[in-house]
T-cell receptor, first 115, second 114 residues
Framework: AQKVTQAQTEISVVEKEDVTLDCVYE???????LFWYKQPPSGELVFLIR??????QNEISGRYSWNFQKSTSSFNFTITASQVVDSAVYFC????????????FGGGTRLMVKP | DAGVIQSPRHEVTEMGQEVTLRCKPI?????LFWYRQTMMRGLELLIY????????DSGMPEDRFSAKMPNASFSTLKIQPSEPRDSAVYFC????????????FGQGTRLTVV
């Protein structure tokens, strides 16, 4: 069975601080896919990044970076120099091979960036 | 591309009434998903269609819930009769028919059953 755990339910930082959101997953498959989504106060779910289980390269996109480590079953997300607009709920999600792209979501981490 | 379109955005209904939520997936996407978001249970998958055929409905909570996809551009999620515990945000999402591809979500329907 699949499981995604986001242990941090809420994080509060001051603008310009760096912040890391943790994600730990469980799956029996050797092929799987990991995702991060952002849910701003307006409520929509916005896709941020996808990683497959064979690609452990870290990725950087502007102020965002992702650290995928199979050895610890983690896929952590770091925001550098946070901004107020980063305030949102962030979800980590997992899709197994042959799961037809069905997603299992973590509980989400609410990030509050204060000016 | 207009993205995934859901209607209505908000729905308030009385307990016992029938509720129908609608979704238009992104053109060319073969897979469609209905998710529900609540404070207690988070985001959970209700049902998954591929090429208009229901593949996995194990997440549908009760017989009061039903979903259809009569064609590639339209799906409905119906609750009959509705109950207060059905109050939630219901999201529709679609993906291309390729393993591991990202899902694009609609803006959701916020359902309140009073």
């Amino acid at each position: 069975a699949q499981k995604v755990t986001q242990a941090q339910t809420e994080i509060s930082v001051v603008e310009k601080e760096d912040v890391t959101l943790d994600c730990v997953y469980e799956t029996r498959d050797t092929t799987y896919y990991l995702f991060w989504y952002k849910q701003p106060p307006s409520g929509e779910l916005v896709f941020l990044i996808r990683r497959n289980s064979f690609d452990e390269q870290n990725e950087i996109s502007g102020r965002y970076s992702w650290n995928f480590q199979k050895s610890t079953s983690s896929f952590n997300f770091t925001i550098t120099a946070s901004q107020v607009v980063d305030s949102a709920v962030y979800f980590c999600a997992l899709s197994d091979n042959n799961a037809g792209n069905m997603l299992t979501f973590g509980g989400g981490t609410r990030l509050m960036v204060k000016p | 591309d207009a993205g995934v379109i859901q209607s209505p955005r908000h729905e308030v209904t009385e307990m016992g009434q029938e509720v129908t939520l609608r979704c238009k997936p992104i053109s060319g996407h073969n897979s469609l998903f209905w998710y529900r978001q609540t404070m207690m249970r988070g985001l959970e998958l209700l049902i998954y269609f591929n090429n208009n055929v229901p593949i996995d409905d194990s997440g549908m909570p009760e017989d009061r819930f039903s979903a259809k996809m009569p064609n590639a551009s339209f799906s409905t999620l119906k609750i009959q009769p509705s109950e207060p515990r059905d109050s939630a945000v219901y999201f529709c999402a679609s993906t291309r028919d390729r393993e591991g591809t990202e899902a694009f979500f609609g803006q959701g329907t916020r359902l309140t059953v009073v």
